[in-house]
C-alpha cells in the first residue's frame, strides 16, 4: 500500500480530484490535510524530549489523526494560505500569531518527522517560487529571458525605461495575498514620484509582444502543455480564451528539464511566451 498525503487549502479542487484517481487504483490510500483550517481545532501535536512519547501529527480532512512517518510521499502543495477564524474573534496581532504559529508547526513537525518523498521538498519550493532566482535559472539553462530590472532606484528605473524607449511592463516581485496583481505595462506616470519608486523593489521588463503563452506542466519527465490565445498582457484576468493542447518540442523541454533540476524540484508549472 503507498500511502500518499495532500497538504493544501481547504475544498481545494485540484487536491480532491487527484485524492478521487489515486483512490480508484486500490493500492493507495491518499489523505488531505488541509492546512488553512488548523487554528480551531487539536490538530497539531508534537513532543520531544521527554521520556514519552506523545502524538505526533496532524488530523486529516475526515478528522482522522495521521502521522508524518506512516506516509511514502507527500505533495506539499498549499501550506502558507491565512487560518479560516471566525470574524471579530481575535485582533490583527493575535491573527498574525495564529498564522505564524501555525505554518511554522506545520513545516517543522513534517520537516522532523517524514522522511519518505517529497513533492517538492518545503525549502526548494520556498527558493523556486522567488522570481529572481527563477530568472537566474532559466538564462543558465539557455532559456531565452526578457532583458528584467529589480530594483527601487528611481534613476536605475527610469535608465532602464530609456533604453527600452518606454516598452517596459511592471510586476510585483512577490505580491501579496489580499488581492491578485497582475502584470501591467507601465506608463509614464508611474515614474513621476520617487516615493512611490522607493516603496519596494518591483519587477520591470522589456516588453514582448505577442498573443501565444504556453503554459507548461512538468512531472518528472512527464509534460502536459496547454496553448494559449490572447492578446491581454496577463492572460490570468481572463480565462474565457483558447486553450490547446499542444506538444513541445525535444529543446524545450530539455530546457525545463534542466530548469526544474537546477531549482530542487521534481514538478513545476510554468508560463513561457
Not at 524530549?49 to 475526515?62: L, N, P, Q, T, Y
Not at 518606454?166 to 502584470?183: A, C, E, S, Y
Request: proline share 4%; charged share 25%; hydrophobic share 35%.
Amino acid at each position: 500500500m503507498l500511502n500518499i498525503g495532500i497538504l493544501t487549502n481547504q475544498d481545494d479542487l485540484h487536491a480532491l480530484v487527484v485524492k478521487h484517481e489515486l483512490d480508484a487504483f486500490g493500492d493507495v490510500n491518499c489523505r488531505i490535510v488541509e492546512t488553512d483550517v488548523i487554528s480551531g481545532t487539536p490538530s497539531c501535536n508534537w513532543r520531544e524530549g521527554g521520556s514519552k512519547d506523545g502524538r505526533s501529527g496532524v488530523f486529516d480532512r475526515d478528522g482522522n489523526p495521521l502521522d508524518p512517518r506512516s506516509l511514502d510521499v507527500i505533495w506539499w502543495r498549499r501550506v502558507n494560505s491565512p487560518q479560516i477564524v471566525p470574524n471579530g474573534l481575535y485582533d490583527e496581532v493575535q491573527r498574525d500569531l495564529i498564522d505564524q504559529d501555525c505554518r511554522s508547526t506545520l513545516l517543522g513537525l513534517f520537516m522532523n518527522e517524514f522522511h519518505g518523498t517529497w513533492i517538492n521538498e518545503p525549502s526548494a519550493t520556498r527558493l523556486a517560487e522567488n522570481k529572481l532566482i527563477q530568472l537566474k535559472a532559466a538564462r543558465a539553462t539557455g532559456l531565452d529571458i526578457p532583458d528584467t530590472l529589480v530594483s527601487q532606484d528611481p534613476a536605475e528605473i527610469r535608465l532602464f525605461v530609456k533604453e527600452h524607449k518606454g516598452n517596459v511592463v511592471i510586476k510585483p516581485v512577490q505580491g501579496t495575498r489580499l488581492r491578485p496583481l497582475f502584470t501591467r505595462k507601465l506608463r509614464t506616470e508611474h515614474l513621476e514620484s520617487d516615493v512611490s519608486l522607493m516603496a519596494s523593489p518591483a519587477i520591470y521588463q522589456e516588453y514582448i509582444e505577442g498573443s501565444k503563452h504556453l503554459r507548461i506542466h512538468c512531472f518528472g519527465d512527464r509534460f502536459f502543455t496547454a496553448s494559449i490565445e490572447t492578446s491581454d498582457l496577463d492572460w490570468r484576468e481572463n480565462l474565457n480564451v483558447p486553450f490547446n493542447k499542444i506538444d513541445l518540442d525535444e529543446k524545450t523541454e530539455s530546457h525545463i528539464t534542466d530548469l526544474l533540476q537546477r531549482l530542487g524540484l521534481k514538478m513545476g508549472v510554468m508560463t513561457v511566451s
